[in-house]
Structure formats: structure tokens, C-alpha cells
């Protein structure tokens, strides 16, 4: 009986080593979010930030050094033309002004008795010479003494606004220090803002723009571009364009606002766009993409692009319309993978 269970058992173990080995199972693939390359309008249209300045936002002082008695007028005044904002102590000047005029009466006096003696053969025409020109420095003197008072006293050009009042009384200035710094109403307000050196060249004088100030409750006001940059800013690389507003009230000085104008270069076109995270490696206007065939297979493609917008990246070249790209599993994703492709 032993005997027939051992040769049974024998006969089971053969059996078990001649089988079929299973096959390993395939590998799944990967799901893959994809989206489809759109087109937009690349509108005639220009949209940029900026600030709104007066137009013309001049420093006035005083033109010699001395201490201030008072200064009338606070940051933020309106003024009307010839209203007196600041005045210096004249006490130093009047005095230099007494000193030259009795330089100046005995250079007169000197010059018109050597006159005499000179007619009559008793000086030599150096000498009168040398008096005349002493004489007309003198008056030369008593003029810019008298500059001097008149000026001791800061009057508005213009009807405008104190933008900034940078000294106090008793304070002692030099000559040519900014006191007042006042904002011309009669040359109006400016939108500055920068653009880059390709919008700028589309950007023509006399355009038409509008500018939105979210402070005004984004009413629209009107202008038009009145000066665009010669030279870029050596710190942006930008060019800054103005555009001139109409007389407003309501505008102040550094107001933040969006101008809309339009290009001088054509009108509207289709560009082709890919959300920001299909774009792989970007640098110097090239990126890759990963775009799907019709197999559901991924190629890496090199790609030109242009400006991000709200929207998505613009594409110079490399993808149109229609294609398919990835947007994930880039870290597990390599050229000629095939994926299952899920909609954003």
C-alpha cells in the first residue's frame, strides 16, 4: 500500500513540472491630462497699465541762499497764477543791495571825473577805461542784487496744484533748492506707461486711446497719445508712450489706470495659444511640448513662443490648431510613449 501512494506521488510531481509558465501582464498606460491648441484674435487692440502725471510738474525755489520766513501753502493747495506760496528773510540781500548801490554811485562818480581830466590831457585813456569798466560792473552788481530781492519770493507760474513742499520755515536753502514743486493745471494731465520695443513701434501719434482708472469708478475718459519714447528705459527696456487727458477734476497724480489703444500695424489676426502647463523648459523664445498623434502616442516638439497672456501662451510656430498636448506625467513621459488621453 505504501509503495502505491509513493509511485502516485512520483507521478503528480512530474506532472506539476511539465506545466505552462503564466505571461506577465502588460503594462497599463499612462492617463495623461491633454488640451486642444486654440486660436484667439490677436486683436489691433494694445492694453497696458500706467499712472496718470501732470504734464508739466515744475520745482521752484529761490534764486539765492537764505533762510525761509514762511511758506504759505501745503501739499495737495490749489493756487491761482501769482500767488505768493513762499518768501525768504531779505535782511542779507537788502543790505548786498545798499553796498552795490554806493559801489556803483562812487564807480559813477570816479568814472565821470576821469572823464574830465581825461578831455583836459591829465589821464591817460587806460585809466578811464579801467574806471568805465568799473563803473558798469558796479551797476552790473546793483541788477543782480535787485534779482536777488525780487526773487526772494516764490510765486506761482501758473494755476495748478502743490505737489510737494520740501522745505519748512526757518529752514536756511541754498540757492536753486526745489521748495515748492507745483503742477501746472495749464499744460493738464498725462497716462504715462511703458511698453516693450514691439507694441511701441505700433504705437502711432495722434492715436486714439482710452484710459479706465478704477478710482473713477472704471468710467472711461478719453485722450489721445501725444508722445511715444525715443529711448528705452536702461533699467526695463521699455519705451514710455503718453497720452494726453482731458482737463478732469477728478484725476490726481498717480492714479493707476489701463489704457486701450489701437495698432498702427493692421487689424486682427488668429494666433495659436496652449495653456502654460503644456510649455516645457522655456528659454530664449523656444520651449517643448509633448503632442499627441492619432494614436495616442506623445512626440516631443520644439516649439517658438511669444507673450503669456490671461489666456495662455502664444505660439509662433511648432503646434497649430487642433493638436492635442499634454499638460502632466512629464516626469514620467518620454518620446514615442503611448498614453490614454483625459480632457482637461
Excluded: H
Excluded at 589821464?123 to 552788481?141: C, D, F, I, N, P
Excluded at 495749464?186 to 495722434?206: H, I, Q, S, T
Excluded at 511648432?318 to 498614453?339: E, Y
Aim: include cysteine.
Amino acid at each position: 500500500m505504501v509503495q502505491r501512494y509513493l509511485v502516485l506521488a512520483a507521478l503528480a510531481l512530474s506532472g506539476c513540472t511539465g506545466a505552462e509558465p503564466k505571461a506577465p501582464l502588460a503594462a497599463k498606460p499612462l492617463s495623461v491630462r491633454i488640451a486642444t491648441v486654440g486660436a484667439v484674435d490677436a486683436a489691433a487692440e494694445i492694453q497696458v497699465v500706467g499712472t496718470a502725471l501732470w504734464r508739466v510738474e515744475t520745482p521752484l525755489g529761490f534764486t539765492s541762499a537764505g533762510q525761509i520766513v514762511r511758506i504759505t501753502v501745503n501739499e495737495g493747495d490749489r493756487v491761482r497764477r501769482g500767488q505768493l506760496l513762499a518768501v525768504l528773510d531779505t535782511t542779507p540781500v537788502q543790505a548786498e543791495l545798499v553796498a552795490a548801490e554806493a559801489e556803483a554811485r562812487r564807480a559813477a562818480s570816479e568814472a565821470a571825473r576821469l572823464s574830465v581830466l581825461f578831455r583836459q590831457g591829465w589821464v591817460t585813456k587806460a585809466r578811464l577805461e579801467a574806471a568805465q569798466a568799473g563803473a558798469q560792473s558796479s551797476a552790473a552788481a546793483v541788477k543782480a542784487r535787485r534779482f536777488a530781492l525780487d526773487t526772494a519770493r516764490i510765486v506761482a507760474p501758473s494755476d495748478g496744484v502743490v505737489l510737494a513742499r520740501s522745505a519748512e520755515p526757518t529752514q536756511v536753502v541754498a540757492a536753486g533748492m526745489p521748495v515748492i514743486t507745483l503742477g501746472e493745471a495749464r499744460a493738464g494731465f498725462v497716462f504715462r506707461a511703458p511698453l516693450n520695443d514691439r507694441l511701441a513701434a505700433a504705437v502711432a501719434l495722434g492715436s486714439p486711446a482710452s484710459v479706465i482708472f478704477q478710482a473713477l469708478s472704471g468710467e472711461a475718459v478719453q485722450g489721445r497719445v501725444q508722445e511715444v519714447g525715443g529711448k528705452a528705459n536702461r533699467a526695463t527696456g521699455t519705451f514710455d508712450i503718453e497720452i494726453a487727458l482731458p482737463s478732469d477734476v477728478r484725476i490726481r497724480s498717480g492714479m493707476i489706470g489701463t489704457a486701450r489703444l489701437m495698432s498702427a500695424q493692421g487689424g486682427a489676426t488668429r494666433k495659436p495659444q496652449v495653456p502654460p502647463a503644456a510649455i516645457i523648459a522655456p528659454r530664449a523664445g523656444e520651449a517643448l511640448v509633448y503632442v499627441l498623434d492619432a494614436q495616442n502616442v506623445v512626440r516631443l516638439r520644439k516649439v517658438r513662443i511669444g507673450e503669456a497672456t490671461d489666456s495662455g501662451v502664444d505660439v509662433i510656430s511648432g503646434v497649430g490648431p487642433g493638436d492635442r498636448v499634454a499638460l502632466s506625467g512629464f516626469d514620467r513621459l518620454k518620446d514615442g510613449t503611448t498614453v490614454i488621453p483625459v480632457a482637461r
